[in-house]
């Protein structure tokens, strides 16, 4: 397995160019993150990812998560890690200072959590989790909880978790059974969630879950859910440490792929009841959880990215270094594979998903940013609005791009990429995880569609998709010929958006069923050309580098690096982008056989 470095210039391109940072750092908070700053923070992060997290990477795919006497074992070296994250603040990144965060933009945070992920997929998860839990327990906690339980949070010094499947209850989390029993001014909470990551570990003296439970008489259904604050271990009034609560990790899944990070089967009240503290009000508990949750769900469209830049670097060392094969240009023998034209081919369909999954993630971030911090209330509602129509398309487009990432890294491989000792096999088990986590893509593609796109009648989408097509005239028109092939690609793409969008206006309100068996090519669809119009303007500021020299106004890298940046765009309109028609054929032309056939028939 190759050694990971993070790719600090195209993070900082991105962030500057396609996440709108400069003008994210002009926000009231933001004043200090200045490109110095931003500098130091991206190349500190880089040397702790790749000297530090990303070594333990391999050894925590091969020794595993163990459970010893209800004690979770995490791989050796992973905890040193973690505490070396904590004491370098890295936990407290985006945080507002009043809470002890150093209050730096979630953008920034954003290609942070990317090394994190690339450089090791289950270590990074842990405090991924963390910065869920503080989100719900800032927007819903009371003051005292706050008060108690995001200081150590917000450092790492605690970790938090999210407590929503059961084994009967998956996606359908309203038929959860966890009870929650009046007990004074707290509950007692009895019941058995699974597949709760980082449920339990060896890093800290505490973990704070969050967990949906029915309070005893609710109502049935999603109606009647609330959410609990559970920790571990009960917290003093003092801040001190008291009793160990009524609840344990009983076994660990054995899966697929994230070895390192134990995937936990919690049992509550087993006892006498786990003690929980309502957070939010009674039987609002989703509404609270979805604070978490769509906060989980961009992060984990950033590890999709993580793992394709991961399985990226290993498939590109691995064929610059792979001798096999004539080229079949020169007749030349026993050349690097990166010769041949169908690795070629491999190789920068890979990196171009893998830089539109970046541009991605950094500018819902931005939007993220602008939403939370921008003065003008008009402005944050418009930012509000395109983040939460981008949240389902980075969640399932980036997973799904990651896994297809890692799939054609263990082909570069060939033969090669069969055998775990070269690690790309690792990447492609690794990266499987993430459809499926906080809603799998599915959901996600149903969620686009029935609560972003037909809930407004399309008045959202119609906005983004307008600023999109009014971007592709101006591109098309770049001096550039690339940049402006790239607009041209992007014109169709948005095109073929428009149509079907469209399409699913006409049909969802009279035949939903119809509208959700094409919901996924639908996300597909908007995912790649939304990918494909922030290369395009990825590459028109490229190109304006290019032309300036790095020490230009702009400057970000050499006019060999910009060339390469625009030569990348292009691959994408060229390769990705060509794809929308048959997309779009695939959701308005394809008529019922999706649900063609009768139960009996399958």
Request: glycine share 12%; net charge negative; hydrophobic share 40%.
């Amino acid at each position: 397995m190759t050694d990971y470095r993070a790719p600090v210039d195209d993070m900082r391109f991105v962030l500057n160019h396609v996440a709108g940072l400069p003008g994210i750092a002009a926000l009231p908070g933001y004043e200090e993150a200045t490109g110095d700053l931003v500098d130091a923070v991206l190349d500190e992060a880089g040397r702790l990812a790749g000297e530090v997290v990303g070594p333990l990477n391999r050894r925590g795919d091969e020794e595993g998560a163990i459970l010893e006497n209800g004690v979770v074992r995490t791989p050796a070296g992973f905890r040193d890690a973690y505490w070396k994250f904590v004491e370098g603040g890295w936990n407290s990144v985006p945080f507002e200072p009043e809470i002890g965060g150093q209050g730096l933009p979630w953008a920034v945070n954003t290609a942070v959590s990317e090394m994190w992920g690339a450089a090791n997929t289950s270590w990074s998860l842990c405090p991924m989790l963390t910065v869920g839990a503080i989100e719900a327990i800032g927007a819903h906690g009371t003051e005292d909880q706050k008060a108690r339980y995001l200081p150590k949070l917000v450092t790492g010094e605690w970790t938090g978790t999210m407590n929503l499947t059961e084994p009967h209850a998956g996606s359908d989390v309203g038929a959860l059974r966890s009870k929650a029993v009046r007990d004074g001014d707290r509950f007692r909470i009895h019941g058995q969630k699974i597949f709760i990551t980082f449920g339990d570990q060896d890093y800290t003296e505490n973990v704070i879950h969050l967990v949906l439970a029915r309070i005893e008489g609710g109502p049935q259904g999603v109606k009647g859910i609330s959410l609990f604050l559970v920790p571990k271990v009960l917290v003093n009034d003092d801040g001190t440490l008291g009793q160990r609560n009524d609840l344990r990790p009983v076994s660990l899944e054995h899966k697929l792929g994230i070895h390192g990070s134990p995937t936990c089967v919690m049992a509550y009240g087993e006892n006498d009841g786990a003690v929980g503290y309502l957070i939010g009000e009674e039987n609002n508990g989703m509404a609270c959880m979805f604070t978490m949750m769509n906060n989980a769900r961009l992060n984990v469209g950033v590890a999709g990215l993580a793992t394709a830049e991961r399985a990226w670097q290993q498939a590109r060392a691995f064929a610059l270094e792979r001798t096999q094969g004539r080229d079949i240009a020169t007749g030349e023998p026993n050349v690097p594979i990166v010769r041949h034209p169908d690795v070629r081919r491999m190789l920068m369909d890979m990196k171009a998903k893998t830089e539109g999954m970046r541009a991605l993630c950094y500018y819902t971030a931005g939007r993220m940013d602008v939403a939370r911090k921008h003065p003008d209330a008009e402005v944050r509602k418009a930012a509000q609005s395109d983040l939460d129509l981008l949240i389902p398309v980075v969640k399932a487009w980036c997973t799904d791009t990651g896994c297809d990432v890692a799939f054609t890294g263990v082909q570069v491989h060939g033969g090669m990429g069969f055998i775990e000792e070269t690690g790309a096999a690792q990447h492609m088990r690794d990266a499987r995880i993430h459809p499926i986590y906080e809603g799998t893509n599915g959901i996600q593609a149903n969620d686009l569609l029935g609560r972003k796109i037909l809930r407004d009648g399309g008045e959202s989408a119609r906005t983004f998709l307008a600023g999109m097509a009014s971007d592709s005239a101006d591109i098309a028109g770049s001096e550039n010929a690339d940049v402006a092939a790239c607009g041209r690609a992007l014109a169709a793409s948005v095109q073929a958006l428009e149509q079907a969008t469209a399409w699913m206006l006409a049909t969802g309100p009279s035949d939903i069923c119809r509208a959700s068996a094409h919901a996924v090519p639908y996300l597909t669809l908007f995912g790649n050309t939304v990918g494909g119009w922030l290369m395009a303007r990825a590459a028109a500021a490229a190109a304006v580098d290019g032309a300036n020299g790095p020490d230009g106004p702009n400057g970000f890298g050499g006019a060999d690096w910009c060339a390469a940046k625009i030569k990348t765009a292009r691959f994408y309109a060229d390769h990705i982008l060509s794809r929308s028609g048959g997309l779009l054929a695939s959701i308005a032309d394809s008529g019922d056989t999706v649900m063609a056939l009768a139960e009996d028939q399958f």
